[in-house]
């Protein structure tokens, strides 16, 4: 499984980060993550898992910086290209190419574990060995877990699923909440970001879906089923977004 997803991520990296480029607000999951966030200790280990291009740890990062909050960042990906993306960005954050079900690193060595729209990725008995695996490498007592994940059924979600025929596979609340506490980990909050893509033509939209891969028909068609999940404005085109985020804690 993980093979596929190396390859698929590759190839699409080149491209990735043109969906932060759409986001109408760009550094509001850091922003409501920061509040959890501050018992940290002044130089805290931060692991990114699935750090991709790594847009949403350098949001964070330096979110934390502009508050003394220095820490060693490093970032983990099974895509070496995305990975490549992120250090030309971003010199600070380490990088190492890795599964996120074999982390390598000692137990009981990061303050801050972070899963940004990645944790989805790793499903059935894959989930809960990647989640071991987070429990094991997290400091105990004080080691924090952060999951942000695309929440099913948003209006985003929806026109994707309608525009590929097909139902992407998401995680429930339900479920996350359920597979932490199996964890003994516990959950110290959890809310819902509405965010939203914005695009001034219907010829962005197209050229947007059509690099990811999903063929949208005729521009008629793609107008009928954008008026389904979105909003028109004179300014263009907004698509809602929304995301769970979840901060959890490893107990003693
Ligand atoms: C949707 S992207 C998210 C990237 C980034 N976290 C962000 O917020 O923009 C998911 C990332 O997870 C990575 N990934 C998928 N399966 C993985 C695995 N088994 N182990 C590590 N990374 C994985 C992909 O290569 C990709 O970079």
Not at 32 to 47: D, E, Y
Request: glycine residues 4%.
């Amino acid at each position: 499984m993980s093979k596929d997803f190396k390859k698929w991520f590759d190839d699409y990296s080149a491209i990735y980060d043109s969906f932060d480029e759409h986001l109408e607000h760009k550094d509001k999951n850091s922003e409501i993550l920061f509040n959890h966030l501050q018992n940290l200790g002044q130089n805290p280990v931060i692991c990114d898992v699935g750090t991709g291009t790594g847009n949403s740890i350098i949001s964070l990062q330096k979110l934390l910086n502009k508050n003394m909050i220095r820490g060693e960042y490093v970032g983990i990906d099974i895509s070496s290209k995305m990975l490549k993306h992120l250090r030309v960005k971003n010199k600070e954050i380490h990088t190492i190419c890795a599964d996120m079900k074999y982390l390598p690193f000692i137990s009981d060595c990061i303050d801050c574990q972070t899963f940004y729209f990645s944790i989805h990725l790793a499903r059935n008995e894959d989930f809960d060995v990647t989640l071991r695996e987070t429990s094991r490498v997290l400091r105990n007592g004080v080691g924090k877990l952060v999951i942000v994940t695309i929440k099913p059924n948003s209006p985003f979600n929806k026109l994707r699923d309608h525009l590929k025929g097909k139902k992407r596979s998401l995680l429930s609340e339900q479920f996350l909440i359920e597979k932490l506490k199996s964890l003994d980990l516990q959950i110290d909050f959890t809310t819902i970001v509405t965010n939203a893509l914005f695009f001034e033509t219907i010829n962005d939209v197209i050229t947007f879906f059509e690099e990811r891969g999903i063929s949208t028909k005729n521009r008629d068609e793609v107008v009928k089923i954008l008026k389904q999940y979105a909003s028109f404005t004179e300014e263009g085109i907004e698509i809602a977004i929304k995301d769970l985020v979840f901060v959890a804690s490893k107990q003693l």
